[in-house]
């Protein structure tokens, strides 16, 4: 399976081209924004990612959560046009690109039979936690499974490689399985996972048929261990990591549209890398954040406009981005160099060699390849009691000492293999 191979680079459109923040405000003229995006698919290969995973592309009212017309491009990003220049652009440079797919819930406008809506006791509509213009499908009908079907065909015909499917912990997995079940058939290689933030990760993926999930467990832990220096926290949450493994493979990041970046997130600056080395060490299909690999800033607020932080509009072109960022980049592509080199770590297991508050020893293994990482939150140097042999350092942050590896300096990291 190609995913098995995948990085990507996630793009919020309509925040990184700078779209107007309602959609029925922009819906004459058309505006080709999306054509922006061919400036930075370089930018993501040069990084060593090797998929776009994009953000909402379709008609909707403002953010575009709130779809309208899922057949349409929003106005605001371009049309069917732009978006197959996208595509062919992507292409032919080897970049896979999946689709973030709203199914559980629609905007206030969008034209279908009252039947096709979710409905409380009462016989009102069913809102999407809480929002009065998120009105939610009912997922039992089955003009609704044909019609996400439909969707998802269509645009697998234009050439995109996969759904992410938005908010399916709201959703009953024997939907996505209903849908599946005609979708696959015509695009046996097409990719799908769903946006699960708790619960059976596993027992969702069994029954609906997804390929992969969102790791939140994983990503709340690698902030959280490293935050309050507590790393039994994150041994605890790779153990059950790796048990998710021996049934799919996760779909693993340290940020994405819909949480604090990790540069904010973080309480030490220093330990940024600490919270990338474990990303790429581990099993997974990981996802950069856009921005995130310049150590972008922004905190999400639960308001309105409360994701225009993490959100923001990107320069024209990679050369227009501070100065300050890049060093952050370089240090992505050290570490997704590594991933590349090993693809194997897609379903490696992760044991605990040595553990901590402050410091822990991972080591990621399949057969007889084998990656250690070690990480130190002290502020002083930790010699770390593990087995060094046939292992020599294959990434560490600039500055780190090489000279012997089991001592790992200050708020430090080495990763050998």
């Known amino acids: 399976m190609w995913a098995d191979h995948a990085i990507f680079w996630q793009v919020y459109p309509l925040g990184f081209t700078g779209a107007e923040p309602s959609g029925s405000a922009a819906r004459e003229p058309l505006v080709h924004r999306l054509d922006q995006l061919e400036n930075w698919l370089d930018y993501a290969i040069e990084l060593g990612c090797s998929g776009l995973l994009l953000g909402p592309v379709f008609a909707a009212e403002t953010h575009g959560y709130d779809t309208v017309d899922h057949f349409r491009i929003d106005p605001r990003l371009g049309d069917d046009q732009t978006f197959d220049r996208l595509v062919t652009a992507a292409r032919s440079r080897g970049l896979r690109i999946v689709l973030d797919g709203v199914f559980n819930h629609v905007g206030r406008s969008f034209d279908a ?224 160099g590594v991933r590349r080199r090993n693809p194997w770590l897609v379903r490696a297991r992760t044991t605990v060699e040595h553990l901590t508050n402050e410091s822990v020893a991972l080591c990621s293994i399949d057969g007889d390849q084998r990656l250690l990482l070690l990480l130190n939150l002290a502020d002083e140097p930790r010699h770390f009691p593990v087995d060094l042999t046939d292992l020599a350092v294959i990434a560490h942050p600039d500055g780190a000492s090489d000279q012997d590896p089991a001592v790992v300096p200050g708020n430090s990291w080495v990763l050998l293999g």
């Open 113 to 336: 039979p009252p039947e096709w809506f979710r409905r409380s006791v009462d016989g009102s509509i069913e809102v999407f936690e809480g929002h009065e213009h998120l009105v939610a499908l009912d997922h039992s009908n089955p003009a609704v499974v044909q019609y996400v079907v439909d969707v998802m065909c269509h645009w697998l015909d234009r050439g995109v490689d996969g759904w992410r499917l938005d908010a399916a912990y709201h959703v009953a997995p024997e939907f996505w399985r209903d849908v599946l079940a005609q979708v696959r058939p015509r695009y046996p290689d097409a990719w799908f996972f769903g946006e699960l933030i708790h619960g059976d990760y596993a027992g969702y993926v069994a029954t609906s048929g997804l390929d992969s999930v969102t790791q939140y467990e994983l990503w709340k832990a690698i902030w959280s261990s490293l935050n309050d220096r507590n790393f039994f926290e994150l041994a605890h949450a790779l153990k059950r990591h790796d048990a998710l493994v021996d049934t799919f493979v996760p779909q693993t990041f340290v940020g994405n549209h819909d949480v604090t970046r990790l540069a904010s997130k973080l309480s030490d600056e220093r330990h940024f890398g600490h919270a990338l080395a474990i990303l790429f060490a581990v099993a997974g299909v990981p996802s950069i954040y856009s921005g995130d690999e310049q150590a972008f800033r922004g905190i999400k607020e639960d308001r309105a406009g409360g994701d225009d932080a993490i959100r923001p509009a990107f320069p024209a072109k990679p050369s227009d981005l501070a100065d300050d960022g890049w060093p952050t980049y370089r240090l992505h592509q050290r570490l997704i």
